[in-house]
């Protein structure tokens, strides 16, 4: 990787200060250009392109662009806690399971308080969050202090979340949704067309970027992910990090569920088995990677957009939508590829860079890591 | 004199392996101490207990004449030791200002702050400033640590330390990957961190860097100290003979 190309003996003098705070020469522009969000997000603006050539008047208006958006406006929020989870290099499988369990608890509540009412919504978005929250601890305890892999128990608690919702529902979806939620949140509108939900994950992903790239907790997050010894030893409460970013992955689950219950005004418990891969391949094809310490909130965003247009843009010229699960698989097996070829060249030598997939085994000293 | 920092009859066993074994050590502020023994004499073993990362079995501490658990690497930043450890553990990820701000961020001012934003821009300026003093070859303050050669993380690694240590550091071979300038750099360094008032111990196989840097010479052997030189006192001779137990006697 050409990173290096200041004058090294020019730096290294004390008398000449090198240029521009040291960024070793390379302007803002060519790191932009290098990272994986950037270059994913080319590949969409050449998809958008085609299908807009190819079905001018179908693809390329503004109704499909809008119906893409929305689709795509629950899984941002989900990808937003996703992402910072596999910057820590763990991962959690039980996304979808836990936003059926949190619709499902806040669908019951919101019966148990009745009414129509925004009073009726607010306890429900409140239960939900709550229950949220409650399964993200769950995790992030078993992670952090019982050292269980993240693999093994967010895959737990994906079966126990999903079986629980089918226990308390008797595998019946609740239909019974406050008519304001489904009005105002589900197909409300702000400023003319732009829907709802999408400003709501608009913000989300807006405060997810501030916090993951501007904070200390951010900081940790990466920390925690690229060097998990290293941060202990400066003092980074490691576990109390690790238990907190699988909460916000809880709670934006707990959110996505009861967001979906507005949108479709049903707890559709059977419909989220596919949502945690959906997630993580959007991660992951936004440059984020698997193994810690690297990723951007921007990339995963641009990663949900892929699958989203291909699966709209083949439906629209008439291609069998079956091809966009072959296209996503490919373009998901690309982008580990990149990253490999970028770790790569990156690690030299530091056993610290050497790969380790968190949730196979939690590590707790590089010393015990396996791999 | 008290030392500023003194260790008596630390014991540590790794299963079979003693690693320690009721080995004492002591060391005055503004002295250079090397510590060294051969490969497993136990050395780093030795830095980790009193750095905070590792607890004994059995043995004392004292800091400042005063009985301390040192026994997280917070309760040692917090006295004022910092420790480069051999596998100088930076987060790959993160560049050198990071790193070196790594659970001691500086924050916005006021509410941002509260907030948890951080000072980016103060962070990389003091972060210049250490690594400049240093000398140390740095070409980029804003690039993964993980992309820089071995010499460069650890003149980060050393930047860091020195840049926090206001009582005791520990270099535990500092000076491994390191070209011959930036060696010369680093036993300036020490020299110059020791005349702060600071107390430095020094690990290293390299005998001429020992005689060159350091004021006393402390030898382990099998987990044990077996002898003290005074630096001016002895020669290379004698703390090659005594590492490797031809000859051994106790002097202070
Ligand atoms: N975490 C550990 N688990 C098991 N054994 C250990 C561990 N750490 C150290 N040891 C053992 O303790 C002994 C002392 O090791 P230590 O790393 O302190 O040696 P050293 O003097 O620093 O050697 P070197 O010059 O090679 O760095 C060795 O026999 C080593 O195998
Ligand atoms: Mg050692």
């Known amino acids: ?371 | 004199m008290t030392p500023v920092l003194e260790a008596r009859g630390l014991t540590r066993k790794f299963g079979q392996v003693t690693a320690l074994d009721g080995t004492d050590f002591d060391l005055e502020a503004g002295e250079v101490v090397a510590l060294i023994g051969d490969n497993g004499a136990g050395k780093s073993t030795l830095v980790k207990a009193l750095s905070g990362n590792l607890a004994v079995d059995s043995g004392e501490i004292l800091f400042d004449g005063i009985r301390r658990d040192i026994d997280t690497p917070m309760t040692a930043s917090s006295l004022g030791i910092e420790t480069v450890y051999q596998d100088l553990a930076l987060a790959p990820h993160l560049d050198p200002a990071q790193n070196m701000f790594l659970g001691r961020e500086l924050m916005k001012p006021g509410v941002a702050g509260a907030l948890g934003f951080m000072d980016n821009k103060a962070m990389r300026g003091q972060a210049r400033q250490a690594f400049d003093r240093l000398g140390a070859t740095v070409r980029s303050l804003v690039s993964p640590v993980g992309q820089m050669s071995g010499g460069q993380r650890q003149a980060i690694a050393i930047a860091r330390a020195v840049h926090w240590a206001s009582k005791v550091v520990f270099l535990d071979e500092p000076t491994a990957a390191l070209g011959v300038r930036q060696t010369a750099n680093v036993l300036d360094t020490i020299r110059r961190v020791r005349d702060q008032g600071v107390g430095v111990v020094f690990i290293s196989h390299s005998m001429p860097h020992v005689i060159e840097v350091s004021d006393r010479v402390q030898v382990l052997r099998m987990g044990a100290r077996v002898a003290t030189y005074k630096t001016s006192e002895t020669s290379m001779e004698e703390l090659v003979g005594t590492m490797t137990g031809a000859t051994g006697r106790t002097a202070a």
């Open chain 1, 1 to 371: 990787m050409s990173t290096e190309v200041s004058t090294p003996e020019k730096a290294s003098t004390p008398s000449s200060p090198p240029p521009d705070e040291g960024n070793g020469g390379e302007s803002l522009v060519q790191r932009v250009v290098k990272m994986q969000a950037f270059q994913i997000l080319l590949v969409l603006l050449v998809i958008v392109i085609v299908f807009s050539t190819l079905a001018p008047n179908n693809f390329a208006n503004f109704g499909n662009a809008r119906s893409i958006v929305l689709n795509a406006s629950i899984l941002a929020i989900l990808g937003v806690g996703m992402t910072f989870v596999i910057v820590t290099s763990g991962i959690d499988l039980s996304i979808g399971s836990v936003m059926v369990f949190s619709g499902v608890i806040g669908a019951k509540a919101m019966i148990a308080v009745g009414g129509d009412s925004w009073g009726t919504a607010f306890v429900g978005i409140g239960v939900s969050l709550a229950t949220g929250l409650a399964w993200g601890l769950f995790n992030g305890f078993l992670i952090a202090k019982a050292k269980v892999p993240p693999l093994i128990v967010t895959l737990g608690s994906l079966g126990m979340a999903l079986g629980l919702a089918q226990i308390i529902t008797k595998g019946v979806d609740i239909r019974e949704v406050p008519q304001v939620m489904q009005d105002e949140i589900g197909y409300g509108n702000v400023v003319g067309q732009l829907p709802v939900l999408t400003v709501i994950a608009v913000v989300v992903v807006a405060i997810g970027i501030v916090v993951l790239h501007h904070t200390r907790f951010g900081r940790y997050t990466y920390a925690v992910g690229s060097n998990e010894e290293s941060a202990r030893r400066v003092g980074v409460k490691v576990d109390r990090h690790l238990i907190k970013v699988y909460a916000l992955s809880g709670v934006l689950s707990g959110f996505a569920g009861v967001l979906f219950l507005a949108q479709f005004g049903t707890t559709a418990i059977a419909g989220q088995t596919q949502t945690n891969l959906n997630v993580i391949a959007a991660v992951v094809i936004g440059g984020t990677s698997l193994f810690g310490g690297v990723g951007t909130i921007f990339g995963t965003v641009v990663g949900l957009f892929i699958p989203a247009v291909l699966q709209n843009g083949f439906v629209i010229v008439g291609i069998q939508p079956f091809w966009q699960q072959v296209a996503v698989g490919a373009v998901l097996i690309a982008a580990v590829y990149v990253d490999q070829v970028r770790r790569a060249s990156a690690a030299r030598g530091g056993k610290s860079t050497r790969p380790s997939l968190r949730f196979g085994a939690k590590k707790s000293s590089p010393v015990e890591q396996g791999e």
